[in-house]
């Protein structure tokens, strides 16, 4: 019993090490890069964050697909496979080369088709792709060799990079949309230098000849995420395109600008998913894995509902900070993505567990439903409603892709949450958009109220985690008191 009771604790100071780890990491890249929207939607045009948007949205679906996921099957084998996280490395780099070579020649291709204006966005893509490729490779890759020190320091040096190079190209050259493009191409080349400097001379690094085996392993898990990155992608995409498309650039650029205040909450769950999904990989044959899950579960929902409902009370004040000029009617895109992204966050955190058991297929089917989902809702709202049904139709079909999860990680956890308290705490969430958005009467204290109901709703889960962080503490300290 005692043994068991040191393991559960194990598998909690685990979490929470990586997570503080993490939270450097994310906090101060974040927070930096959240600074900085105020100079963008200052220095360029509706226009130019549009088309900067559309980049950065072709990146999150071809990055992932071109390289059949092989960042994340690095991350998976490297927890697991301790002794051949060099023949990973090969592995995974010969494929982000390979994926590399296929834009260029696809960039190649386009610039007999596309106009003089745009054939320099066209090369810069190519080498925004082949950086950016190799940059979420090695994160994920040193994630696996839970090297995570080194994962902290590539953000954050690609953080710094940014910062200092936005603040060059767009304040001291004043080159606009292109400075804005090679601030981010060269974050992610040091960055990228820098994380394989400091593991060579740290012998994380060793050249070993090519495990074909393994190789067959990695693929087998990463192609069937296809469908499931590619339907993330459409669920965090989609929209931008059909809206660009229906509306126009300017006006995606506002909407674009609009998921500078979800990217607060997501913060928050950046942090947690990339300490999850080593701990669930870790955790998933132990004997306690249910019990386990369930508590991170509960904790995990009930501080993204919260801290929804509040960034929703004060939605109007953070916009009137971030956002400049006509930026600013972004704010009421803002609420229904705040939603949105509580069940992505949810949906990942799911499809972690279904990842560990090396089920990738349940989640390529809720993510695939999410993703027709998605696209039907948009192609009936936006002509309606115009971005705001964009924004709708993109937290239903989280909603849709969330439910499905939860349905299929059954098979391997059964997570015992109160799901009537969690559906009313969501519909709570609704209503305190709708009233921030409507504009109604004593909006701000009807949005207080809801808050409060919120926290009473879930004060179980908000003692019970307050207690296991004082036992965490509690013993790192008593640990480093013996030491």
């Known amino acids: 019993m005692a043994s068991k009771e040191v393991k559960t604790k194990g598998k909690y100071q685990y979490l929470a090490g990586n997570i503080a780890l993490f939270s450097v990491s994310n906090f101060v890249s974040k927070i930096l890069v959240f600074l900085l929207v105020p100079l963008y ?65 696809l960039c190649i291709a386009a610039f007999s088709v596309v106009g003089m204006q745009y054939r320099l966005y066209i090369l810069l893509f190519a080498l925004l792709f082949a950086a950016n490729s190799m940059f979420e490779f090695l994160i994920l890759y040193f994630q696996g060799c839970e090297a995570v020190p080194i994962v902290v320091i590539g953000s954050v040096c690609s953080t710094a990079v940014t910062v200092v190079s936005n603040i060059v190209f767009l304040l001291v050259i004043k080159i606009g949309l292109n400075g804005y493009i090679y601030s981010q191409i060269l974050a992610y080349v040091l960055s990228s230098v820098l994380m394989f400097v400091i593991a060579r001379s740290a012998s994380l690094i060793h050249d070993v000849v090519m495990d074909e085996d393994l190789r067959g392993q990695m693929l087998l898990y990463g192609m069937p995420l296809i469908a499931y990155s590619t339907g993330s992608w459409i669920n965090n995409a989609a929209d931008r395109y059909l809206v660009a498309y229906m509306c126009g650039v300017a006006v995606n650029g506002v909407y674009g600008v609009a998921y500078k205040i979800p990217a607060i909450l997501m913060v928050f769950q950046r942090i947690f998913a990339q300490a999850w999904q080593m701990s669930a990989t870790k955790s998933y044959k132990d004997e306690k894995s249910e019990q386990f899950f369930t508590r991170m579960y509960r904790t995990y929902n009930c501080f993204m509902v919260i801290g929804c409902a509040l960034l929703i009370l004060l939605v109007n004040p953070i916009a009137t900070f971030l956002f400049r000029k006509e930026f600013y009617e972004a704010w009421m895109y803002v609420p229904p993505l705040l939603i949105s992204v509580i069940f992505g966050a949810l949906t990942g955190f799911l499809g972690s567990i279904c990842l560990a058991h090396k089920d990738s297929r349940s989640m390529g089917v809720a993510t695939s439903v999410g993703a027709v989902a998605n696209i039907a809702g948009n192609l009936l709202l936006i002509p309606m409603y115009g971005a705001m049904g964009a924004a709708i139709a993109t937290a239903v079909s989280y909603a849709i892709m969330c439910a499905l999860a939860y349905v299929f990680v059954r098979k391997y956890v059964i997570i015992e949450n109160n799901i009537l308290v969690d559906v009313l705490a969501y519909l709570i ?42 036992e965490l503490v509690k013993s790192r300290f008593h640990g480093n008191t013996k030491g």
């Open 41 to 105: 939607t200052n220095v360029l045009t509706t226009a130019e964050y549009g088309i900067a948007d559309m980049m950065q949205v072709t990146l999150l679906l071809l990055v992932p697909a071109l390289t059949m996921n092989i960042g994340e099957a690095a991350l998976r084998f490297g927890i697991e496979n301790t002794e051949k996280r060099g023949s990973i490395l090969r592995i995974g780099t010969t494929y982000v080369l390979r994926a590399d070579a296929i834009v260029v020649g």
């Open 429 to 470: 969430l609704v209503a305190l958009s709708l009233a921030m958005i409507g504009r109604v009467n004593g909006r701000y204290l009807i949005d207080a109220v809801l808050l409060a109901v919120l926290l009473l709703l879930y004060h179980d889960d908000v003692a019970v985690t307050a207690r296991k962080m004082g």
